[in-house]
Nanobody, 111 residues
Framework: VQLVESGGGLVQPGGSLRLSCAAS????????MSWYRQAPGKERELVAS????????AYADSVKGRFTISRDNTKNTVYLQMNSLKSEDMAMYYC?????WGQGTQVTVSS
């Protein structure tokens, strides 16, 4: 199992980023997938989850209305569209699925 995140970077408050997680080594379309984040000195927290089919989605209260999780089972990829970013969204973002974790991608929100 391999999960590889990309798309992180530096963005100004109010800006947007789209994270991607490319999956391989397992039957992607059979697994729900999630995005987590961890800020320095804080515990890792669940940000969003999507069901195997993509129809079921759930979000942390802190990101509802601003973040959207989606997946493309033809590309074995899960996405996290992040809009209206705030300083408190700054963290390392991790993709999780099939019992495995990616290496993370850093999101920095700063003016």
């Amino acid at each position: 199992v391999q999960l590889v995140e990309s798309g992180g970077g530096l963005v100004q408050p109010g800006g947007s980023l789209r994270l991607s997680c490319a999956a391989s080594g397992f039957s992607f379309s059979n697994y729900g997938m999630s995005w987590y984040r961890q800020a320095p000195g804080k515990e890792r927290e669940l940000v969003a989850s999507v069901s195997s089919s993509g129809t079921g989605k759930a979000y942390a209260d802190s990101v509802k209305g601003r973040f959207t999780i989606s997946r493309d089972n033809t590309k074995n990829t899960v996405y996290l569209q992040m809009n209206s970013l705030k300083s408190e969204d700054m963290a390392m973002y991790y993709c999780q699925g099939a019992g495995s974790w990616g290496q993370g991608t850093q999101v920095t929100v700063s003016s």
